[in-house]
């Protein structure tokens, strides 16, 4: 089974803190203006066409970046997923060739048992804008995608670790 599914509203209410830094790495003020909760609005993953390969992800708020700015943002979604699958998470194309819009980790990976982990699996994108165009996104629209990838393992692997959280999690042990 692979789906994507919304986190609770639970998850969502301790994680939703929106951080956006200038080019030094000094945070930004920004306000967020908005008559309801975002949550409300999270929209799962889907595919535009029938042959794409990626599952387009969706700011789950508006927000503007400067030349140089970050953005850590949560996206409200989670993935379950079967053995040796897991989820490449890059940008969208368009974004990253004309805003040079990237995630500071070049790539995400997200791992089949991040789904069990204690924030639920909560994704979370870390973005930059390294061109010289502002860039405006609007809640709602693609800003990432995410792509299924199978993965082999060696015939002598004896992994036996169990994750709890993300970010480097499995290397803390």
Not at 149 to 166: C, E, F, K, P, S
């Amino acid at each position: 089974m692979i789906k994507f599914h919304k986190i609770s509203l639970e998850q969502w209410d301790k994680d939703f803190a929106v951080e956006i830094c200038d080019k030094n790495g000094n945070p930004k003020e920004y306000k967020w203006v908005y008559p309801s909760n975002p949550y409300d609005e999270i929209k799962l993953p889907k595919r535009a066409t029938k042959f794409s390969a990626g599952y387009d992800i969706y700011s789950p708020v508006d927000f503007k970046l400067e030349p140089g700015d970050v953005i850590k943002l949560p996206l409200g979604i989670r993935v379950e997923m079967n053995d040796n699958v897991f989820l490449m998470i890059v940008p969208r194309s368009g974004l990253g060739f004309k805003y040079g819009f990237q995630l500071t980790n070049t790539c995400g990976i997200i791992d089949k048992d991040y789904f069990y982990s204690d924030n639920e699996g909560h994704i979370h994108g870390k973005f930059i804008n390294t061109l010289h165009k502002t860039l405006e996104i609007k809640k709602g629209e693609a800003i990432c995608q995410g792509i299924f990838m199978n993965y082999l393992i060696t015939d002598d692997d004896n992994a036996d670790g169990i994750r709890n959280g993300g970010f480097g999690s499995t290397s803390k042990g």
